[in-house]
């Protein structure tokens, strides 16, 4: 077997010993003589694979129990549109924009609301997080919303912003790589395909508090209130993300939970940032003190020799090191799932790189 090591942003590396149990399980999942692709959602089998990875998620992040889990669909993109059909009552909530998809989000919102720029660092390319004292709080939002980390730019809140109304977050791309207090967020959402799960789930925890206000359009399966009531389950479930989730969370576990987490991205980031700061030929995008540990934005001194790059790395098993589009140049993803031997292999290769083509 030849695995590569993966740097995508999305969909992404899993932990090994979670795709290993899934292959043994595959076609006779606990003696059920089927698998888990096959059974209803609505058996007792898959019940129990439900709340044994929702109740192992509560006690990962330490959910207080007046929060609610929901397993979702629709991709991170369908809460741009569900967070203000929910969440807006008084018709009014504050953007943080600092990245690709806090602008989508701030741009969908339009459509059920006012919104309000709390603050907008496009100017400099998304290359830092603004200071608590830069975010322009409007008093009567509804809610302040802002994406913990910024996948195409590769930058991270390094801070929890105070504000008076509810935090709601996108963790997408950083949930379960740090603890989160979860406590002092209105609701946190994250799609399952950057650090969880396959691709299909979306995970939403929300202050129980804040459901039951949705604007009289939402659809049944948007509405917090109505999935909190049928217990995610209005309709089929993503059946096969919530079984790879659970079995993701038990290798969590055994690696030290979210605090394990937290410990092994720090050094896998801090190598590569040292790497690049330290060279002259390679040039990191993000700001010291706004630079994400998930996701490492950098380029060569040229976009040809960034493809140059793209190319030879995959020739030596590091693959997806391309920008997104949108940002140009290279990122590695360094999600949960990333061995440190990726890491350092990906450090050679830049080493090597180097040497080759410094002119
Ligand atoms: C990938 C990503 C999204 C979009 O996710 P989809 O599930 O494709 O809709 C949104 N926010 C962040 C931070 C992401 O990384």
Avoid at 23 to 47: I, N, P, T
Avoid at 112 to 119: K, L, M, T
Wanted: aromatic residues 10%; hydrophobic residues 40%; negative net charge.
């Amino acid at each position: 077997m030849d695995r590569v090591y993966n740097f995508s942003a999305g969909p992404s590396v899993l932990p090994l010993s979670a795709l290993e149990r899934a292959r043994d399980e595959m076609l006779d999942f606990g003696g059920c003589g089927m698998s888990v692709m096959e059974m209803s959602h609505r058996s007792k089998a898959f019940q129990e694979i439900f709340d044994s990875a929702r109740d192992k998620l509560r006690r990962a992040l330490k959910v207080p129990d007046s929060y609610e889990i929901l397993f979702l669909q629709g991709g991170a993109t369908l809460q741009f549109a569900a967070i203000p059909m929910n969440l807006m009552r008084g018709g009014k909530a504050d953007y943080a924009v600092t990245g690709n998809f806090s602008g989508k989000a701030a741009k969908e919102a339009e459509k059920y609301g006012a919104v309000h720029i709390a603050c907008d660092t496009s100017e400099t390319g998304h290359d830092r997080i603004p200071s608590q004292g830069e975010l322009e709080l409007s008093p009567e939002a509804d809610y302040f919303y802002y994406c913990a980390n910024n996948t195409v730019y590769g930058t991270e809140w390094q801070y929890i912003p105070k504000t008076a109304a509810p935090l709601v977050c996108d963790m997408s791309s950083d949930i379960l790589s740090r603890p989160v207090d979860v406590a002092r967020y209105g609701l946190i959402y994250a799609g399952a395909q950057k650090n969880m799960a396959p691709a299909g789930l979306t995970v939403v925890i929300l202050d129980r508090a804040l459901a039951g206000h949705e604007l009289p359009i939402t659809p049944q399966v948007m509405s917090y209130e109505t999935m909190i009531g049928a217990g995610s389950m209005l309709n089929t479930p993503p059946c096969w993300c919530i079984y790879i989730l659970g079995l993701v969370l038990d290798w969590l576990e055994e690696q030290g939970g979210v605090e394990g987490m937290e410990q092994i991205k720090k050094a896998r980031a801090a190598k590569v940032y040292d790497f690049l700061d330290n060279s002259g030929f390679y040039r990191p995008h993000a700001l010291p003190g706004s630079r994400s540990d998930m996701n490492v934005t950098f380029r060569t001194p040229s976009p040809e020799l960034d493809a140059a790059f793209v190319k030879e790395a995959a020739e030596r098993g590091l693959v997806n090191l391309k920008g997104h589009k949108a940002a140009g140049g290279l990122r590695a993803s360094l999600y949960n799932a990333m061995p440190m031997e990726g890491v350092d292999a990906l450090i050679d290769f830049m080493k090597k790189f180097e040497v080759e083509h410094h002119v």
